[in-house]
């Protein structure tokens, strides 16, 4: 179901890998996108580290693969500590490597975030549970212009940690391939998400994530989530 690596090391804890990449993204002449590498460096991180939590893991270190050039370095942690402040994880350790001797010629970026789980706290799926979307499926220049549909790193962590909550990214895949991974119906999409966005479109760098919960939850989730909820 998550794109996480979970090496268990011990009966009690796992090692929680998770990662994400970015091409043409950045400040080269050749990009695709144009955004500071501030933006780049956030919004990987924000892949990485939604996939770490929504396994259970507890975030330990970063690693950043840097192919955009020395001069970005600066600007790609800044991203990452920007995403850490709003998890309230401001003394996360962050390492890597910057690929200093062959310029390219459009911006690259690979990111890892290390994790880890206790594994008595692995939730069990539900027999009986909704699932809703938060947030909006938003890829390229779409995520800086519609920054208002962006869910937001401490609204995801704050439901991930809710008792029976399971939460999953949506990435390139869109919201109909994930939702095969919490569906136990197997009913595909419901209609009051179907109809009110694209299914099918990539959600870039995990703009919206998909929230299984119990109903009995689902007045608090609307309450903390607002506009972004859309109920299925």
């Not at 549909?149 to 008792?163: D, F, H, I, R, T």
């Not at 939460?167 to 419901?190: F, N, T």
Request: aromatic share 6%.
């Amino acid at each position: 179901m998550s794109d996480s690596l979970i090496l268990p090391f011990s009966e009690s804890d796992s090692l929680i890998v998770s990662s994400d990449n970015s091409g043409g993204i950045g400040l080269k002449e050749k990009d695709l996108v144009h955004v500071p590498y501030e933006v780049v460096g956030y919004y990987s991180f924000r892949v990485a580290v939604m996939e770490c939590l929504g396994v259970g893991g507890r975030p330990v270190s970063v690693v950043l693969n840097n192919f955009c050039g020395d001069e970005a370095w600066e600007d790609l942690t800044m991203g990452v500590r920007k995403g850490l402040n709003e998890l309230g994880m401001e003394d996360l350790p962050i390492t890597g490597s910057t690929e200093s001797n062959m310029p390219l010629l459009q911006s690259a970026l690979g990111l890892m975030v290390i994790g880890k789980r206790v594994n008595e706290r692995v939730k069990k799926q539900q027999p009986l549970r909704k699932i809703a979307l938060i947030g909006r499926p938003l890829v390229g220049e779409e995520v800086m212009e519609q920054q208002e549909w962006v869910a937001p790193l401490s609204l995801y962590k704050s439901l991930c940690e809710m008792e029976g909550v399971q939460a999953l990214p949506v990435g390139s895949k869109g919201i109909a391939y994930e939702w095969g991974h919490l569906d136990q119906s197997g009913e595909g999409v419901s209609l009051p998400i179907s109809d009110k966005v694209d299914i099918e479109k990539s959600s870039g760098p995990s703009t919206c994530f998909l929230i299984a919960y119990p109903e009995q939850l689902e007045e608090e989730i609307k309450q903390r989530s607002g506009p972004l909820f859309i109920g299925g």
